[in-house]
């Protein structure tokens, strides 16, 4: 039975892994970076040429960003077939390729790519090759071409997000990637966050995903549309990177002040809960919990992160649970006001 759980959670988690990006999400994340993709290679590892939309979004901007490489890989499972030969079961690995996309010029240097263009090179210029084996970004031809890029720009398996991340560390890569804002207080992310290492991009919510033709439909952020696409939506999906942005420096306005009716303190820790990032006091000088939507207006030079109130045993970031008059409260974000 608890294999049978197991499965069963294991399978749930990899339908998340289906969910693919729109042209108009990556445009839109892009453009806040443009200057630092110049003279870049960029690694797109967890996207199908034909299909993804990264690829898509690079190859048509190769020139207008002024990229040095493009290389994109897809990943492509085993199918695994068990036979039951009288009782005794065998395994059969029927053995698949991913592929790979990897230029270093398109259409001499012009700046408007269309996306007829795109298609036409994808699928007629044999540009699009067959890896040696299925396309795993920890495989040993996808580790390569990650130490040769300088940015990973792509929405990973979000079942697999952690190991991703830590992937990317382990080489010392820059990247822009899609997550699910759960991810931002894993064990090895938040550290990240924390010390200012990695943080979020603009699009943090809302964020709609095609999804493949056999996805079970579902009565909230769920649609299909006039040509038969299934469409997801998530209210908490998140870019992350290290690449440096904007955001990231604009100072978080304050407006009230410390109110200890409003403010109350927690019953079993020294810090302020706060029900809202607009109630942020601009007049507490101690440890306030804030929701974890502060990491997307979080400017370390206006506050320090402490660690978090969740489960009070996690890590050791993770300082205690959270207790309003014996009433547990929802995991916050530990941070302090570094200006007063
Ligand atoms: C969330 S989808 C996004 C696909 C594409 N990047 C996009 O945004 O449209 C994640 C993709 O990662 C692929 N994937 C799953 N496990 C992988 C692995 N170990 N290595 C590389 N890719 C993987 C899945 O097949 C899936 O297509």
């Not at 101690?286 to 890590?315: K, L």
């Amino acid at each position: 039975m608890a294999n049978k759980n197991t499965n069963l959670h294991k399978a749930k988690k990899k339908r998340f892994d289906e969910f693919y990006t729109t042209y108009e999400t990556i445009e839109d994340e892009v453009s806040h970076y443009r200057e630092q993709f110049n003279g870049k290679i960029v690694l797109c590892n967890c996207d199908n040429p034909f299909k993804s939309n990264f690829c898509k979004f690079f190859l048509k901007n190769f020139n207008k960003l002024g990229l040095k490489r493009l290389i994109c890989t897809s990943y492509e499972p085993s199918d695994t077939i068990q036979i039951d030969l009288f009782t005794s079961i065998y395994e059969c690995s029927n053995r698949k390729h991913g592929k790979i996309l990897d230029i270093t010029e398109i259409k001499n240097g012009e700046l408007n790519i269309s996306d007829e263009f795109v298609e036409n090179y994808l699928q007629t210029s044999g540009v699009v090759r067959e890896l040696e084996g299925d396309g795993d970004f920890k495989s040993k031809e996808c580790v390569e071409n990650l130490k040769i890029c300088d940015i990973v720009v792509t929405n990973p398996p979000f079942s697999l997000f952690n190991d991703f991340v830590l992937e990317i560390r382990k080489y010392q890569k820059n990247f822009l990637i899609i997550g699910n804002q759960n991810a931002l207080t894993y064990k090895d992310i938040f550290p990240l966050i924390q010390n200012g290492e990695i943080w979020t991009g603009y699009q943090f919510g809302e964020m709609k995903f095609r999804v493949p033709s056999d996805s079970e439909p579902r009565s909230t952020r769920y649609w299909v549309d006039e040509t038969g696409q299934k469409w997801r939506s998530l209210g908490n999906a998140m870019w992350l990177t290290n690449l440096d942005n904007e955001r990231r420096h604009e100072t978080l306005k304050l407006i009230k002040s410390f109110n200890p009716e409003i403010h109350v303190k927690y019953d079993n820790y020294d810090a302020i809960h706060i029900r809202n990032i607009t109630e942020i006091p601009f007049d507490y000088q101690g440890i306030m919990g804030v929701p974890i939507t502060i990491i997307n207006r979080y400017n370390s030079e206006q506050f320090e992160i402490i660690g978090e109130a969740n489960h009070g045993s996690d890590s050791k970031y993770d300082i205690f649970k959270p207790i309003i008059n014996g009433k547990e409260q929802f995991k916050r974000i530990l941070i302090r006001n570094k200006t007063i």
